[in-house]
């Protein structure tokens, strides 16, 4: 039982952590257009989500 409560902390924090990363950059692209990030800043948010991720393994 232990190591399944590991295995879901760390999809949970992975999952939390790329929706808050990826989706949270692209809420904010669509709601606040004047600052700019656009299409290449939710992809390089989404990147830079998974790339950490892959840092942290």
């Given amino acids: ?3 399944n409560v590991k295995k879901w ?3 949970f924090i992975g999952t939390f952590w790329l929706t808050f990363g990826g989706c949270g950059s692209a809420v904010l692209a669509a709601a606040f257009p004047q600052l700019g990030i656009g299409f290449h800043g ?3 948010a989404f ?3 998974v ?3 892959a840092y942290a393994l």
């Fill in 1 to 3: 039982m232990h190591s």
């Fill in 42 to 44: 939710v992809a390089l």
């Fill in 51 to 53: 790339l950490t991720g």
């Fill in 47 to 49: 990147g830079l989500t």
């Fill in 9 to 11: 902390s760390a999809e």
